[in-house]
């Protein structure tokens, strides 16, 4: 009696274990695609917050759009980061450098957080730099912070990577994107996009008609989603920003249904390379430090498997020994 008490203790450490070590295994796979939640949260506060929190927007203009009389939009849609700074994050030199409902005359977030620190961006946001600029009546301090994460650790300036006349996609791989879009995008938006059709500008649109004519929005709502709908998040599958660029160039040739416009565009302009906050280690500490910490990351997945392995055996040796007696 007391070695099959004693089994079925070790049939519960193993089972326990096991549990212990799926989670483990989860957690590592999250850190190995980079998965932030803080990220995630932060590009949909961008995109548009008060959708992202279900709250309704403020009334009238924001205080700083009155400062600009190029752009004719007003109301909810001034609230939103992104009328301002771009959906490239370069503002007015970018690529929505003209255009009465696109330039507003606003810079980028792109280069200014490079050389900001988030504690510097939470203040900008919150108006201790500029009182017409304060989100804090509206964003929690997590809110701000999340936000203030995602401008300085997850902007990508894709303009180098499209064709400032016909918005295509430089040096993409279609088929990969092919094959990414029919993995994940297909069973809701249909295999030629058609599927779901949403507002884009003012009409009926589908994937195809964003890819050509947004490029730069359909790569932030790719990688990071749209306010308030339950889609798959580049971001959080683990794309590169080349696999979402692939994507974006196969999304492309579907159908749109409208000739592709030069709005916006950014003319005969070719953008010099800018540098990227976030991403991989660009210099030898950096380097040193990623690699402790997936050493360490490593030896924390050993200590588990080595205690599960350890269960595995003692429940073999009790039921050999339960055999014998």
Request: glycine fraction near 12%; include cysteine; charge should be neutral.
């Amino acid at each position: 009696m007391k070695s099959k008490g004693l089994i079925k203790a070790g049939l519960l450490f193993l089972v326990v274990g096991l549990v212990v070590l799926v989670g483990w295994m989860e957690q590592v796979q999250a850190r190995a695609l980079g998965q932030d939640s803080d990220v995630t949260r932060g590009a949909l506060l961008y995109d548009n917050w008060y959708a992202a929190l279900g709250v309704q927007p403020p009334q009238g203009n924001m205080p700083i759009w009155d400062r600009q009389t190029t752009n004719t939009r007003s109301g909810a849609e001034t609230w939103r980061c992104v009328s301002c700074h771009g959906w490239d994050y370069q503002g007015k030199d970018g690529a929505y450098r003209e255009g009465s409902d696109r330039y507003t005359g606003f810079p980028g977030v792109f280069p200014a957080v490079t050389q900001s620190t988030e504690e510097d961006i939470v203040a900008t946001l919150s108006g201790k730099k500029d009182p017409q600029h304060d989100f804090s009546p509206y964003l929690s301090e997590s809110d701000l912070k999340a936000l203030a994460h995602f401008l300085k650790t997850a902007l990508i300036n894709d303009n180098e990577y499209i064709d400032p006349k016909t918005f295509k996609v430089l040096g993409g791989d279609s088929a990969s994107g092919k094959a990414l879009y029919e993995a994940q995008c297909a069973r809701c938006h249909g295999e030629d996009g058609t599927t779901l059709r949403f507002r884009f500008e003012g009409r009926d649109a589908t994937l195809g008609t964003l890819a050509q004519l947004d490029p730069w929005r359909f790569l932030h709502k790719t990688r990071f989603g749209t306010p308030g709908t339950e889609m798959v998040i580049g971001y959080e599958l683990g794309w590169t920003a080349q696999q979402g660029r692939d994507v974006l160039l196969y999304a492309q040739s579907l159908p749109s249904g409208m000739e592709v416009q030069q709005s916006p565009s950014l003319g005969e302009a070719t953008p010099a390379p800018a540098a990227q906050p976030g991403g991989p280690a660009r210099n030898v500490l950096t380097g040193v430090l990623t690699a402790f910490g997936a050493l360490f990351t490593g030896l924390g997945f050993a200590l588990v498997l080595g205690v599960f392995l350890i269960g595995v055996i003692f429940v073999i040796v009790w039921v050999i020994r339960g055999k014998k007696q």
